[in-house]
């Protein structure tokens, strides 16, 4: 923008060159004239291109000026959201219609499965499957978590399997073949301890959050739930006075634990 410019103080025009000199009494504005600007019908920014320098420059400015910057990581979701919501995404606490329909965000819903009695029913949802988590998973964080296990029911499979890991360490030296995915037992408080896990896939999948977008942490009325919305998903947690103290905002906690955040999340 060659700034700051010469000051200059009366408007004049070279009778031999055509050259038209406008008055400028700002350093650090361009020239504006009402009259050139609807003759041109551009900008008053018009230089005459001399060399390749300036025309290498020129290019390189049309260019920047076409393809923009990407789009910001809240705009992206959303962009993301928008062309799921056609599908018939379901999660997989939830399975029926009417508690997609219902979507109201102050209630929690969960997924009715048998318990270790027929006759008994116990209420399960990904929260409660992260929460009582195997000790072994400390240090994972929900995104990782939902990204890397599945819930199974116990078989004879499994049963052997953690029977070998608690085996000696010469027996899984000289197992053979393909290793087996592993497999963590849930924590005893959890409603399904004795007849599910958690089984590791063979290859990680990248969670699709399905539902509310996360928040902008650039605006004042959102950053608390941005806030409380990363931490959440990266930071490893059981209850809410891991992630942020009672008498902390979400921000607060943010800034305090903001360095628990795992990188390869």
């Known amino acids: 923008m060659r700034m700051p410019h010469k000051l200059i103080s009366k408007s004049t025009t070279d009778p031999a060159t055509g050259n038209i000199c406008m008055r400028r009494s700002d350093p650090w504005n361009n020239n504006f004239n009402e009259y050139l600007i609807a003759a041109c019908r551009s900008n008053m920014d018009i230089t005459f291109i001399w060399s390749g320098s300036d025309a290498k420059a020129l290019v390189y400015y049309i260019t920047d000026f076409v393809t923009k910057t990407s789009l910001s990581f809240h705009d992206t979701f959303s962009l993301v959201q928008k062309s799921i919501t056609a599908q018939d995404v379901i999660d997989d606490d939830i399975y029926d219609d009417e508690a997609i329909d219902n979507d109201n965000n102050d209630e929690e819903q969960f997924q009715i499965?048998?318990?270790?009695h027929d006759k008994k029913y116990v209420l399960v949802k990904t929260r409660i499957d992260y929460q009582y988590r195997s000790?072994?998973?400390?240090?994972?964080?929900l995104y990782d978590f939902v990204g890397i296990f599945y819930k199974k029911k116990i078989n004879s499979t499994d049963l052997k399997y953690l029977s070998k890991i608690a085996?000696?360490?010469?027996e899984k030296i000289n197992q053979k073949g393909r290793p087996p995915n592993e497999r963590f037992l849930f924590q005893k408080q959890h409603p399904?301890?004795?007849?599910?896990?958690?089984?590791?896939?063979?290859?990680?999948?990248?969670?699709?959050?399905?539902g509310p977008q996360i928040p902008r942490r650039d605006r004042d009325n959102t950053r608390e739930r941005y806030c409380r919305a990363i931490l959440t998903f990266f930071v490893p947690w059981r209850t809410v006075t891991d992630l942020c103290d009672i008498s902390q905002t979400w921000e607060d906690a943010f800034k305090c634990q903001q360095h628990l955040i795992l990188r390869h999340s």
């Open 113 to 116: 499965q048998s318990a270790e």
């Open 135 to 141: 000790d072994n998973l400390n240090r994972m964080c």
């Open 167 to 170: 085996g000696s360490i010469e």
């Open 192 to 210: 399904q301890a004795t007849t599910y896990l958690m089984m590791k896939y063979s290859e990680p999948y990248v969670p699709v959050l399905y």
